[in-house]
Every structure is written in C-alpha cells, then in structure tokens.
C-alpha cells in the first residue's frame, strides 16, 4: 500500500473524529501533527500522546512537512481553510475529509484546489454522542462502515489511496458511492434518525420518566445528545435529501397511525413482519 | 420478606419472559413449574433445566401446588385462562403478571377473580428483540426498572410483596404507579418507540444500506424485529395512550422539519439543546 510509505500525517481540526483519527493513525506507526485554534485541544493532545505536534494557527512548516492533509473541520470551514492555505502544501499530495455530507462541498473543494493536489471524499460510519478531544476513541473505526466518494474528476489511485485509509483505520467494509448516492443514504440512515431522537426526547417532558424506561427508549435516543452547531450545518447542507426521506418517514408513521386508529390489525402486522424481516439483515 | 418462605411457583405462560422469569427464580432456589400449550416449549425447558416441571395443561395437581402464580401470557389470554382454572388456586395466595399495559386488563381480572386471591400487577422493563423460551434469559431483568401496578383493591402487603419479586429479579429500580399512570408511560417510552422502529425499517427500501450504516440506524432499528402478534393486541389494547404519544411525536417531528425547511437554525439549535440536556438524565 502507498500508504506505507507516507509518513507525516497532518489533521486538520481536533475534535473527536481528528482525535480519533489521530489515535488510530499514531498507534499503527505514523507521525501526526495537528492544527487547531483551540489551544486547549491542542495542548490536551500533545499531553496524551494523541499527536505529535500541534499548533493553533496554520503554518508552512506544519503544513509543508505534511505527506497528506485529513480535514475533520466543521463543513463550512474547509473551504476557507484551503483557500487561505493550500499554497503551503507539499507539491502532489493527496488530501481527504471525514465529512458527513458530500455533495454541497466536494465539487467546490476539487474546484478551487491547487491542480497538483487531489482531493478524495470519505465518510467513516462512525462516531460517539461526544464531542471534543478529550472523548477521542481510536477504535471506533474498528468493524465500522467507511465510504469513499469520488467524483469523475478523482484518479484510480487516490480512490485505491482512500480505501487502504479505511482499512487502516480498522473499518470492516469499504465501499465506494457517488457524492449523490451518499447524500441519499445519509439523510436517511443518519440525518433522518438523528432528527427523530431529538423529537422523540423533545416532544414528552419526561422528566421523571427515566425510572420506568426500558433499553428500547435508551437505544432511540442514545443520540439525542448531538452537537446542535454540527448536525445543524449538516442537516441544511443536505436539505433536499432529508425533506425527501423525512416526509416518507413521517408518512408512513401516519399510516401505521392509521391501522392503529382503525384497529386494521392485518395491516399492521404486515408491516411489523416487513419490519422485521428487513431488520434480520442489519444483525452483526 | 415473605417470598422466602414461598417455595413453589408456576409461570403460565412459557415464553421469553416466562422462560426469564424461571431461569432467575430456579437460579435462586425456587421451585419453579410452568404450563403452556406449546409441548415444544415445555420439553425444551424442562431439558436445559429451567423448569422444575412442565405440562402442556393446566392440571388441578400443578395448579394447586403453587404458592404463587405468574402469568406470562398474551394479554388477552389471561382472563380465560383464570376463569377456566382459578378453581384449582390454593386458597389465600397472591398473583402477578408481566404485561405491558395494565388499565385495560387489571380491573377485568380483580373483578372475576376468587375472593380469597389476590392478583397484583407488574410490569418487568426488560425483554429482548426475540421471543420464545429458546431466547430466556434470566439475566434481562439485572439492572431493569420494574413497575409495581395496583389498583384501589390491592392490599399493602401485596404491594410489598410483588416489591420484593422485582428485587428478587435482580431489578435496579422498582416503582409503583396506577394502570393509568403506567399505560400512558408506556405509550410514550415504548409502544411509540416500538411503531417509530418499525416505520423508519419500512418507510425506505433499504436492501443495499447494510454496507453503510452506522450504529445510529442499528440502534434505532433493534426494536424493529418485533413479535406481530403480541404488540398489535399491545398496541390495539393501549390505543387511547398510544394515538395521544403518535400525535406528539409526528407534530414535534413535523416542527423539526419546518425549521429545516426555513432554514431556521435557532430554533433547530434550541431543539438540540433541549434534547441534549434531557438525554443526560437518562445516562447510566
């Protein structure tokens, strides 16, 4: 693998995937450095052996020294970050995200980048209902999906490139969708599950309720604990795909609604056994 | 408590939860006896060693030598099977259940039941995605909240004593509410989180996703495996309560959808931060 022979990995915001990434990339033999503007963060990592070296503001021997760029950024601000300081990069790299949305970012980063550098999208389907640093967890790629999203501008290597990243994270499956083929997916299997435990925690005031509930309740809103500034930037820069599969979700609750109301109990077991055919496959 | 002079019980009923019950009565030293229709049910419990004794009927002799009687049964199973056979009851005992709603079939068993027996309610919150003994385990109640049921009717001492059977369980929490009070928790903390399950597994044609999703989609769908027959009479049973939490739900759902329409991400926030802060009570 090229990888191989990479040596110096620089990773670009560090939060909790940046923390974890660097945990998983440093424990297999890498050096990585980090650049953050909240000192706290960078100085925690350097006390815990996360990273390497760390500073708070981008500079050309940081950057320059790097042998490839890991962007674990809000979103919006990846664009900025290349526009200010891609004339630092080592001439030819290859470059990559963890972002979890697509379509509203990719095209515009490979339009504005430098022509001798590639930049090759990836999602790890992973994460923890933490945010920070100091919750970063190397082994969270470990049996976790991982996504490359390439666009037709991305050469066979750099998608060859990313795969092995997702490998060498720990990622049980790689696999390869269009920028629209992961907005679709993700609106409905994290975006739309992500707005319906908030809903579900939000819509009861159920304060006193958290001695009667069972693990059904726990496991629906695990991730009702959410970093409001991330997942809001998420939810409207995929905001078609999530209205779509909102609005199917919403419409078919109605319709069990229905069955509920009208006592139609065939109809909803029909729906209960599709449900749980269906959710056979999803079992580990 | 009185339990331990109690030594033989029967589970009518012998399913996962029966079976669950029997696996940690017989673990601590109870005679444990069990009767179910499914001849299946009864040789494979009697095989592993989870019951004591086991028939396909109830008989006068097995009936009459329980101390204690748990009914494990499908809700509308009950109150026959008590008409049928409260004959056979030795005088003076206490009965419980398991049930997940109670307002529905609570006051029709006191009503009907011999004067001399008394039947108090409870509620274990535990359970597994699967069902029938082949799944018991006497270990789901460890840690569970378990709620204590009675009506006006029922003595002090019965409430102290199906108290202690949550104990005994290996229960963390035990409370006591009125079927009331219990039917429109459980509407909210499971029925619903049960229908919102099996609607986000059937709302999508979802055969290739099992490749990309991430623990999220996994633990909102666990629930959506569900036994058809038993949660539409639930539901059906509960339909009031269970219709009251869907309106809540689909209303708070549709107002997310709204400010992600608007693009209004105060308001998005708001519903984040409030989530966030009430998941939090409900950690371990």
Redesign the interface.
Known sequence: MEWINKSRILIVGLGLMGGSYAMALKRIGYHVDAVDKDEGAIRYALDKGIIDEGAVSPSKELIGSADTVIFALYPGLIIPWIKDNQKFFKPGITITDVTGIKNNIVYKIQDILRKDVEFIAAHP???REISGVTGADGSIFRD??Y?VVPTERNTDRAIKWCSDLGGILGCR?V?V?TPQEHDR?IA???Q?????????????D??K??????????????????N??M??EL??MN?KE??H?????????????EY??K?D?DA??D??????K?????N?
Do not use: P, Q
Request: some cysteine; charged content about 30%.
């Open positions: 389907m992973a994460g976790a999906n996504i499956k696999s969708l997916m409905y299997v994290s739309l599950t992500h707005c319906i435990a908030v809903a579900l925690m939000t819509c009861n159920n304060e309720l958290v001695d009667y509930t069972g693990d059904s309740f726990r496991d629906l809103t695990r991730i009702a604990r959410i409001e500034d997942w809001s939810f409207l905001k999530l209205l599969e909102m609005d199917a979700f919403l419409d078919e609750l109605k319709t069990i609604r509920i109301d006592e109990t909803l077991k729906k209960m056994r599709l449900s749980t269906r959710r056979e496959r999803f580990r």
